[in-house]
């Protein structure tokens, strides 16, 4: 069965961009939909349920085939031998690695399959190689690793590493009094030249500031610096720049398993409670640096007899996004906890946001973000690839991080001589390994990794900061 929302023969003529067919229409799935359908890319959606296929293709300009996205029929109405990219992103690795490899007997098509199961973790490299795709992304995993980094760097809401961990985007509040407060970009820049200020949020409004933008105390800010300069610049300015030396983990599932797993090869002290016995002891041999016990995560009494009153970090990591929400509040109210709260389906992100959950990971984003900057680069045929993509402060900023592979309009051309588009700022240089926080003297070289921030969305390529 076919819905579409758009005329079929349009959708054939009228190709802007990639076609790709998407596997499975849950959280990650639709996410995806709604996030590529915005870059004109031609999109055709395959699930087994009829009423999400119809509430998909009535919202976005897609095509929708109620169908087993692994059946050869089914990928073939859906234009296999014509696409440029399947996506599996079904609740079922092995399904979705089923996919991929009926696609690639058929088609020469890019294929990239979403793989979460813990069981699979040490074979990416080795399934990705023998099925020929493009890539393997964990969702779970990589949420751990957003988690893992902030526990690492606590006052943080945010951390993001780019140019392959060797410089890192970090985002905080300003509170009152501090050193930051009612300082120019320009006379922080003074201090240090190893950290630039990228983007402010004050009042829900975005800035990308220049250097006569005067910082306030309540301002949320990212700003990138070298990965060894971050604790550095953090202590400098006031902020505890050591990890925490424990942590309370809620939910014993794939998510809770890596981050426990990260927690404790970094020498951080975890206690995980999880409610399934049979779980438990799963997690008793697969981590035994770790303490696991066997307990309803909702239970307050259970809570404060392990600690949580005193514990430096406390993060609600089941499967529902209402019981994290409400076990966040509670350790807000009881204790002085770093909060890292995971959100999988929930969609009201400014009315999270309101509720002060700490920092708020969404592996949605995280999976859909990775897969975008492989599309962009796949598009992209100018001369450089988007090695990097991430989204800031709901969407509205865009960090790219692009591979400069030879010369263009860009290169070997004084930063300061660039006409650039407005509320963009080229934030670092990676060459040869070093992170550079350049000046209007630098210039981009072919071989450079480049970091763009902007208001501005949909770049692929580095030429598109031009004006």
Do not use: W
């Given at each position: 069965m076919l819905f579409s929302k758009k005329n079929i023969t349009d959708k054939l003529n009228m190709k802007s961009g990639l076609n790709i067919i998407i596997v499975g229409c849950g959280t990650v799935g639709r996410t995806l939909v709604e996030q590529l359908s915005k870059e004109n890319h031609d999109i055709t959606v395959i699930d087994t349920g009829s009423e999400r296929i119809a509430d998909i293709t009535n919202q976005f300009d897609v095509l929708g085939i109620v169908g087993n996205g692994a059946s050869f029929n089914v990928q073939r109405e859906a234009g296999i031998k014509d696409a440029d990219l399947i996506i599996a992103v079904t609740d079922s690795d092995e399904l979705n690695l089923l996919c991929c490899t009926v696609a690639s007997r058929v088609t020469d098509c890019a294929a990239i399959a979403k793989v979460s199961k813990p069981a699979y973790s040490h074979e990416l490299d080795y399934i990705k190689e023998k099925l020929g795709l493009a890539m393997i992304i964990n969702p779970e995993y990589e949420a751990a690793r957003e988690m893992s980094r902030v526990l690492c760097l606590p006052t943080a809401l945010e951390v993001t590493s780019f140019a392959h961990g060797k410089a890192e985007l970090v985002k905080i509040r300003i509170p009152k009094g501090n050193t930051l407060d009612s300082k120019t970009v320009k006379q922080m820049g003074a201090v240090t030249d190893s950290v630039l200020i990228c983007a402010v949020e004050r009042n829900n409004n975005i800035?990308?500031?220049?250097?006569?933008?005067?910082?306030?105390?309540?301002?949320?800010?990212?700003?990138?610096?070298?990965?060894?300069?971050?604790?550095?610049?953090?202590?400098?300015?006031?902020?505890?720049?050591?990890?925490?030396?424990?942590?309370?983990?809620?939910?014993?599932?794939?998510?809770?398993?890596?981050?426990?797993?990260?927690?404790?090869?970094?020498?951080?002290?975890?206690?995980?409670?999880?409610?399934?016995?049979?779980?438990?002891?799963?997690?008793?041999?697969?981590?035994?640096?770790?303490?696991?016990?066997?307990?309803?995560?909702?239970?307050?009494?259970?809570?404060?007899?392990?600690?949580?009153?005193?514990?430096?970090?406390?993060?609600?990591?089941?499967?529902?996004?209402?019981?994290?929400?409400?076990?966040?509040?509670?350790?807000?109210?009881?204790?002085?906890?770093?909060?890292?709260?995971?959100?999988?389906?929930?969609?009201?992100?400014?009315?999270?946001?309101?509720?002060?959950?700490?920092?708020?990971?969404?592996?949605?984003?995280?999976?859909?973000?990775?897969?975008?900057?492989?599309?962009?680069?796949?598009?992209?045929?100018?001369?450089?690839?988007?090695?990097?993509?991430?989204?800031?402060?709901?969407?509205?900023?865009?960090?790219?991080?692009?591979?400069?592979?030879?010369?263009?309009?860009?290169?070997?051309?004084?930063?300061?001589?660039?006409?650039?588009?407005?509320?963009?700022?080229?934030?670092?240089?990676?060459?040869?390994?070093?992170?550079?926080?350049?000046?209007?003297?630098?210039?981009?070289?072919?071989?450079?990794?480049?970091?763009?921030v902007s208001t501005h969305t949909g770049f692929n390529d580095i030429s598109n900061i031009l004006a």
């Open positions: 800035y990308i500031p220049s250097g006569d933008f005067e910082l306030k105390s309540g301002d949320v800010i990212s700003f990138v610096a070298p990965s060894k300069r971050v604790g550095e610049f953090l202590k400098r300015i006031g902020f505890k720049s050591n990890k925490v030396s424990n942590a309370m983990i809620i939910g014993g599932n794939d998510a809770g398993f890596y981050l426990a797993k990260m927690l404790t090869s970094n020498g951080i002290s975890v206690k995980l409670i999880e409610k399934d016995k049979t779980r438990c002891e799963e997690l008793s041999a697969a981590i035994p640096k770790a303490v696991i016990i066997n307990g309803n995560g909702t239970d307050e009494d259970l809570l404060i007899e392990e600690g949580l009153l005193t514990c430096e970090a406390f993060v609600p990591i089941t499967s529902s996004d209402e019981e994290n929400i409400l076990l966040a509040l509670n350790a807000k109210q009881n204790s002085d906890a770093k909060l890292v709260t995971k959100i999988n389906r929930i969609a009201f992100k400014q009315a999270i946001n309101n509720l002060d959950l700490g920092s708020v990971v969404y592996p949605r984003y995280i999976t859909s973000e990775a897969i975008i900057a492989y599309v962009r680069a796949k598009k992209a045929s100018m001369g450089s690839n988007v090695e990097t993509l991430y989204h800031m402060f709901d969407n509205r900023v865009e960090a790219v991080e692009f591979k400069v592979d030879k010369p263009s309009r860009v290169t070997n051309v004084p930063l300061s001589e660039l006409k650039l588009k407005s509320d963009l700022l080229i934030c670092f240089i990676s060459r040869r390994g070093k992170i550079i926080i350049p000046s209007g003297q630098d210039c981009i070289l072919p071989g450079d990794n480049v970091m763009i």
